[in-house]
């Protein structure tokens, strides 16, 4: 019997081992075709105008980077990431004086990399520019919910490295400013912005709950998570709330795995998608790691979407297909398909590298 038994163990972690080999070669054959792609990470982007490479799309694509690195040291990885912010010197689009989220996504990364290599310059102009956020007395900046993702997480950081919480009383002033105008407490869904908020309604008659934006969310609190200690007086709140949202999201996950660009209408603008898809599995996956939602409920729907974002989307040379263009709704970048290339590449993948670093971390899935 014990013979069988330990048979039984080195089956399943070879398994395992096998599950974790193929989910890393996922993220490197997706991550390899976009740096080959953009060898430059300082080249400005351009789709009907130019921008630099430090905008919002590109700051979660070096997210999804940075989760890769930590689970697969390449120094090619560090190296392109370290360029980028150099190509920028660690400024932020606007200037250390913006307020808007977007500009100031990127400072995510800058902290990450100045937590590795303690350079004043990497962190100097995204504490300006959050310092400057904390000594307003301005809280309704966060009007749409993707900035939560955005710019929750650098207060975190600031309010971690410094042991200063003013970061987080400030960066919960904002949330729950946004919160109270966004979130609908019956659902346990976000509409987008005010343009969303009932009488509007999606064609079926219901709310208009976009994918990706209630996945921006989910991220949001999933990384403020991570860094604001549980002794924090909003915790359990932030806590509560990521709770609420996946488990509204379990009775609409699509029988093929993923989730909708419109929640709760299936037929608007229905089919495969991505990025929302990746940040409820990156939400999942997080949330099993470190034991706070239930691993039987949640482990087979964020496999399923996993599994099927694997065998749907990723192209030969790397190429992510359903992936959404920017916008703010379903019927956005529509069609969705695996052959159209979105307007931007990055934020896609920056979702897909994020989910798929929880997932590899993953025991004995």
Same mark, same amino acid.
């Given at each position: 019997m014990?013979?069988?038994?330990?048979v039984l163990?080195?089956?399943?972690?070879?398994?395992s081992?096998?599950n974790?080999?193929?989910?890393?070669k996922a993220?490197?054959?997706?991550?390899?075709?976009?740096?080959?792609?953009w060898?430059?990470p300082g080249?400005p982007?351009?789709t009907n105008?130019?921008?630099?490479s430090?905008?919002w799309?590109?700051?979660?694509?070096?997210e999804?980077?940075m989760a890769l690195?930590?689970?697969?040291?390449?120094k090619?990885y560090y190296?392109?990431?370290?360029a980028?912010?150099e190509?920028?010197?660690?400024?932020?689009?606007?200037g250390p004086q913006?307020?808007?989220?977007d500009?100031?996504?990127?400072?995510?990364?800058?902290?990450?990399?100045?937590?590795?290599?303690k350079?004043e310059?990497?962190?100097?102009?995204?504490k300006?520019?959050?310092d400057n956020?904390k000594a307003?007395?301005k809280?309704?900046?966060?009007?749409?919910? #993707?900035a +939560? /993702?955005?710019?929750? &997480?650098?207060f975190?950081?600031?309010g971690v490295?410094?042991?200063?919480?003013s970061y987080? @009383?400030?960066m919960?002033?904002?949330y729950?400013n946004?919160?109270?105008?966004l979130y609908?407490t019956?659902?346990h869904l976000?509409?987008r912005?005010?343009?969303?908020?009932?009488p509007y309604k999606e064609?079926n008659?219901?709310d208009?709950?976009?994918?990706r934006?209630?996945?921006?969310?989910v991220?949001?609190l999933v990384?403020?998570?991570?860094?604001?200690?549980a002794?924090d007086p909003?915790?359990?709140e932030?806590l509560?709330?990521?709770? #609420?949202? +996946? /488990?509204?999201?379990? &009775?609409?996950?699509?029988?093929d795995?993923?989730?909708n660009?419109?929640l709760h209408?299936? @037929?608007n603008y229905g089919?495969?998608?991505?990025?929302?898809t990746?940040l409820?599995v990156?939400?999942?996956a997080?949330?099993?790691?470190h034991?706070i939602i239930d691993r039987?409920a949640y482990?087979p729907?964020?496999l399923?979407?996993w599994?099927?974002m694997?065998?749907d989307?990723?192209?030969?040379?790397?190429k992510?297909?359903?992936m959404?263009?920017?916008?703010k709704?379903?019927?956005?970048?529509?069609?969705?398909?695996?052959?159209?290339i979105p307007?931007?590449e990055?934020y896609g993948?920056?979702?897909?590298l994020?989910?798929?670093?929880e997932v590899?971390?993953?025991?004995n899935?």
């Open positions: 014990k013979y069988v038994l330990l163990c080195l089956l399943s972690q070879l398994a081992a096998q974790k080999k193929e989910v890393l993220m490197r054959i997706t991550n390899q075709y976009f740096m080959q792609k060898p430059d080249k982007t351009f105008k130019e921008r630099p430090n905008l799309t590109r700051a979660v694509y070096y999804g980077l690195y930590s689970i697969d040291k390449q090619s190296d392109y990431a370290v980028w912010g190509a920028h010197k660690w400024g932020l689009w606007g913006v307020r808007n989220a500009n100031q996504c990127c400072g995510q990364t800058y902290i990450d990399l100045y937590l590795l290599d350079k310059e990497r962190i100097r102009d995204i300006v520019s959050m956020m307003s007395a809280i309704d900046d966060w009007w749409w919910i #993707d +939560l /993702q955005m710019a929750m &997480p650098v975190a950081r600031l490295i410094y042991k200063d919480t987080f @009383n400030r919960y002033d904002m729950v946004t919160k109270k105008g609908n019956a659902d976000w509409w912005d005010k343009d969303f908020i009932p064609p008659g219901e208009c709950y976009w994918s934006g209630n996945g921006w969310v991220a949001a990384r403020t998570l991570s860094l604001v200690p002794s909003h915790y359990a932030y509560q709330d990521y709770r #609420d949202m +996946l /488990q509204a999201l379990l &009775p609409i996950q699509r029988t795995g993923f989730w660009a419109s209408d299936a @037929n089919g495969k998608e991505l990025t929302g990746a409820f990156y939400g999942m997080w949330g099993i790691n034991k039987k482990l729907v964020l399923k979407a599994d099927a694997v065998k989307c990723i192209h030969e040379d790397g992510l297909g359903y959404q263009s920017t916008g709704e379903p019927k956005d970048g529509q069609p969705v398909t695996y052959d159209k307007d931007f990055d993948l920056g979702c897909f994020l989910a798929g670093s590899y971390k993953l025991k899935r």
